[in-house]
T-cell receptor, first 114, second 109 residues
Framework: NAGVMQNPRHLVRRRGQEARLRCSPM?????VYWYRQLPEEGLKFMVY????????ESGMPKERFSAEFPKEGPSILRIQQVVRGDSAAYFC????????????FGPGTRLTVL | QKEVEQDPGPLSVPEGAIVSLNCTYS??????FMWYRQYSRKGPELLMY????GNKEDGRFTAQVDKSSKYISLFIRDSQPSDSATYLC?????????FGTGTSLTVIP
């Protein structure tokens, strides 16, 4: 049973470009969470999604950031017009139906904005 | 005040030592408490998970929760160099998880 998969593992973008981060949850998991981790800081919740639904996006910046989890395919975190402050590690986690109290994390995508 | 407070360390101990890692929290609504281990440039890995006050043991690891004091601990017995990592506490209320900033641990052979 493969774990949570994220790609790319490393992403470099210039200011103003778009960044697309992908997350495939563990098999049988239908809940996906996105977090951002900055150096010397803890994981900060961004958004919680189920298939085709955004459940909680209270941690998402109001502009430039969006997330989706379509019926088919991976969850996507999209950052438009990236700025240097967006440089961080972005982690995806998933949890199974009926057990949303534990989360299993992917390896993360490290975004660097030049 | 942060929801979850965790001393970032760094903590350095000799191999075989007992390690104590701690977090405090302010929200009495938190019901589930977890410890994650994160190796450098990797994703967090779930170590322990508990929802009640008291102790939970798993091999060399013991998680302790004191809801009355809003304080949780992770003890590592007979620490090994492979335990060197950052340890994150986490707790949840509803949909959101709240993480501590992590404590960096180095176990010296």
């Amino acid at each position: 049973n493969a774990g949570v998969m994220q790609n790319p593992r490393h992403l470099v973008r210039r200011r103003g470009q778009e960044a697309r981060l992908r997350c495939s949850p563990m098999k049988g998991h239908s809940h996906v969470y996105w977090y951002r981790q900055l150096p010397e800081e803890g994981l900060k919740f961004m958004v919680y999604l189920q298939k085709e639904n955004i459940i909680d996006e209270s941690g998402m910046p109001k502009e430039r950031f969006s997330a989706e989890f379509p019926k088919e395919g991976p969850s996507i975190l999209r950052i438009q017009q990236v700025v240097r402050g967006d440089s961080a590690a972005y982690f995806c986690a998933s949890s199974p139906v009926g057990d949303t109290d534990t989360q299993y994390f992917g390896p993360g995508t490290r975004l660097t904005v030049l | 005040q942060k929801e979850v407070e965790q001393d970032p360390g760094p903590l350095s101990v000799p191999e075989g030592a007992i390690v104590s890692l701690n977090c405090t929290y302010s929200n009495s609504a938190f019901q589930y408490f977890m410890w994650y281990r994160q190796y450098s440039r990797k994703g967090p890995e779930l170590l322990m998970y508990t929802y009640s006050s008291g102790n939970k043991e798993d091999g060399r690891f013991t998680a302790q929760v004191d809801k009355s004091s809003k304080y949780i601990s992770l003890f590592i017995r007979d620490s090994q160099p492979s335990d060197s990592a950052t340890y994150l506490c986490a707790m949840t209320s509803g949909n959101q998880f709240y993480f501590g900033t992590g404590t960096s641990l180095t176990v010296i052979p």
